[in-house]
């Protein structure tokens, strides 16, 4: 890879800690700021070349830490948020003060440590809001429901403006739902691992409507596929969504999960939320055109390896409640 | 009109003043909430109606002056920005925290106060970036080269979000470079007074760049029109351009300029600067359609109008200076 040292914001996180595993595969030196972990959770070994890896625990929202943590690199992947979609418009002027005042301070860093290559991941799902097109592209109106929709779009905005200004290479993902190995199965996002967990412990899955909302989940080494190809990526698109391209209802991820079980798992329906869209798929054509990717894995697949994971860890003592 | 009283923020501007005066003129009770006019510059008369306006003093940043000014109003305008679209990227994280913070304090009073109108004013020469368009319609793709039209941008989504929320009516109006009597000639805002301030000092008119730099300028008159208007309209469009729909480059203003004022003015030609985009023109079908609005003064026209209510402030004591 043509970059030497990669600072991952947030790479303790689900999706943080693959793509530090990734870019250490690749023998990348990645330096993580992140917080420190809670009480009673284990910090995960990379997968290789941990001498390669140096971890520094802190906040993005820190100058003094972001300085620290950027001396020396040439690249950064920036996966923290202080919010999450459905709860953002709770505290708007918290999600701006936070995610996109937290965000101009990062790339004011990033331009004065000349970092020559910057990955933010925005999101698919929540920049578009209500969808006109069966597949969503790039081009896509941008309408958001949420404010944490509306910081994400502001902050692509931003960058745009500092290449302009300052020249600061970036790429914006537009991520949609990813799952998979080392999601927590006790947080409020991600249906399928809050699916799984749920089956797991024997408890209903709770559904909020009638599970007939449709989303585009991705597998989370698809994902980091992508996350690594844009950080090779050196043309001029600068936003690209990054998703299964397919749609799957609640009830057809519950249906996957009984058939990776063998067995049924109860359902309780819940009254739809607001912020919910019916469908959200989103169009990766640019992604494969510019940057060579393709999701390669199954839904199928996908759940089958993320409870073969569970039940490994679960076996390593992983608590199903905490 | 349909409602009875209307808050206009930033009453004394030049925009400001202007929607005050049509108000009053419709018989329309209107608060004015501004900063107070700095020493040596006189209060202007309302043009009709002055039992009809109330002047309070304070900061729309302030909630308790807000509270006070939005007690008993159905209807309110907002006109206050604390940056400028050339000097917005100086600062971002004050533009974000004064312009965008700022109004969603503004959009949280509107709902605690029952407002059943409000009307934003946005930004047509900074939303939308470089154009794609020969005339720009409210579908271009918006993306901002200047913080200023980063922020302008968010808060329109955000209200989207409020209506969709809290069922706050808005509309948002994306305005050209709007030019006429009232406007500040010492200002920094505003090639036509800016010029016309020169020409009538005897000074060298100075523009940035080769003169080509095409804009479009639509006349106060036309303008306020078009506000009215927007409080009138009861249908789902929420974003509408408002400009005159036609392309002037500064050399044209010059000339008209020139023509008005039935002499030569001396121009001294200086770097162009990079926030400049060379052409931004808006197609104002939109407002046409949904609004009945249609821009009736001609540049010729409306240079002369603004050259004789210039005149007539000189006879008054207008210092060409201040």
Chains 1, 2 share one sequence.
Not at 19 to 27: F, I, T
Not at 102 to 126: D, P, Q, Y
Not at 176 to 189: D, V
Not at 294 to 315: K, M, N, V, Y
Request: charge should be negative.
């Amino acid at each position: 890879m043509k970059y030497q040292r990669c600072l991952v914001l947030g790479g303790r996180g689900f999706i943080g800690s693959h793509v530090v595993d990734a870019l250490l595969s690749a023998g990348v030196a990645v330096r993580v700021l992140d917080r420190p972990l809670p009480g009673g959770v284990r910090e995960l070994p990379p997968a290789a070349n941990p001498h390669l890896l140096e971890m520094i625990d802190g906040d993005f929202g820190n100058e003094k830490d972001l300085d620290e943590a950027l001396e020396g690199c040439d690249c950064c992947v920036h996966l923290i948020t202080s919010t999450l979609p459905q709860t953002s418009n709770d505290d708007m002027t918290f999600d701006i003060s936070t995610n996109l005042i937290g965000s101009l301070s990062l790339f004011e860093a990033l331009v004065r440590h000349r970092i020559r290559k910057f990955i933010f991941m925005s999101s698919g799902g929540t920049v578009y809001g209500r969808p006109i097109q069966d597949r969503i592209d790039e081009t896509h109106p941008t309408n958001p429901l949420s404010s944490y929709g509306v910081t994400k779009l502001a902050a692509e905005k931003y960058l745009a403006i500092y290449k302009n200004l300052h020249g600061l290479n970036s790429v914006s993902l537009r991520l949609s739902n990813p799952y998979g190995e080392r999601q927590r199965i006790t947080g409020k996002q991600g249906a399928i691992a809050v699916f799984l967990g749920a089956a797991l412990r024997g408890q209903e899955i709770e559904v909020w409507g009638d599970g007939s909302v449709v989303r585009d989940y991705v597998y989370i080494g698809d994902a980091v596929d992508a996350i690594v190809k844009a950080i090779e990526y050196d043309g001029d698109e600068a936003i690209f969504n990054i998703g299964s391209g397919k749609g799957s209802s609640l009830i057809e991820i519950i249906s996957g999960i009984e058939t990776a079980l063998q067995r049924p798992v109860p359902v309780r329906f819940r009254p739809a939320r607001a912020v919910d869209v019916p469908r959200n798929v989103l169009n990766v054509d640019r992604a494969a055109k510019h940057l060579g990717w393709h999701p390669t894995t199954s839904l199928a697949d996908g759940i089958a390896r993320t409870i073969r994971w569970l039940e490994a860890e679960i076996q390593q003592g992983l608590s199903l409640h905490s």
